[in-house]
């Protein structure tokens, strides 16, 4: 089999995943046209080189009495030097931990802003407790903290919310 036809191999069983990573081998190959044993093998090969590096399960935050937000971090100018190791030792992620904030996502960006978190809390209080925790952290890094409630998921990890028509009360 040629590398190129690997790659395509590869690419059907992650969109199978991504769609439904809970699914059995069994089902993402007959979705695939692919036996289970091709498909357990793409999967191991990916999780080994770490092209698949977690799963994940899409919860409603709204039943578990959570609300998400967004964080947008610009930072200064200053070098970024000792910062980086503070990134890299996740502190912010335990010091959030203990104020019953939960880190989802966060992301080094190219553009108007250098850093992307996406977070739950209970409360938008509790929000900018966690906004004021980490702008005392990294404080002398950061220009400007932009807070973001989201308001109504329609997707997520592409995945359409189940609960699609209640999009309609928000708009």
């Known amino acids: 089999?040629?590398?190129?036809?690997?790659?395509?191999?590869?690419?059907?069983?992650?969109?199978?995943l991504q769609h439904n990573s809970n699914e059995g081998i069994e089902k993402i190959a007959?979705?695939?046209?692919?036996?289970?044993?091709k498909v357990w093998r793409i999967i191991k090969k990916l999780e080994k080189n770490n092209t698949i590096w977690g799963?994940?399960?899409?919860?409603?935050?709204?039943?578990?009495n959570?609300?998400?937000?967004?964080?947008?971090?610009?930072?200064?100018n200053r070098p970024i030097g000792k910062l980086l190791e503070t990134i890299l030792s996740r502190e912010i992620e335990k010091n959030a931990a203990d104020i019953g904030v939960s880190i989802q996502s966060s992301l080094y960006l190219h553009g108007?802003?250098?850093?992307?978190?996406?977070?739950?809390?209970?409360?938008?209080k509790q929000a900018k407790k966690f906004c004021e925790q980490?702008?005392?952290?990294?404080q002398n890094y950061v220009n400007e903290i932009e807070l973001i409630e989201e308001i109504f998921p329609?997707?997520?990890?592409?995945?359409?919310?189940?609960?699609?028509?209640?999009?309609r009360e928000f708009v």
């Not at 108007?112 to 938008?124: G, K, P, Y």
């Not at 329609?154 to 999009?167: E, M, S, T, Y």
């Open 1 to 16: 089999m040629s590398m190129q036809q690997i790659d395509i191999d590869e690419k059907i069983v992650i969109k199978e």
């Open 30 to 37: 007959n979705r695939c046209r692919f036996s289970r044993q």
């Open 55 to 64: 799963y994940h399960a899409i919860i409603d935050s709204e039943k578990l």
């Open 66 to 76: 959570q609300k998400r937000y967004i964080v947008l971090v610009k930072k200064t």
């Open 112 to 124: 108007s802003f250098d850093w992307f978190l996406l977070f739950t809390a209970e409360n938008i």
């Open 134 to 138: 980490f702008n005392s952290i990294y």
């Open 154 to 167: 329609v997707k997520r990890c592409g995945i359409q919310n189940p609960n699609i028509d209640k999009l």
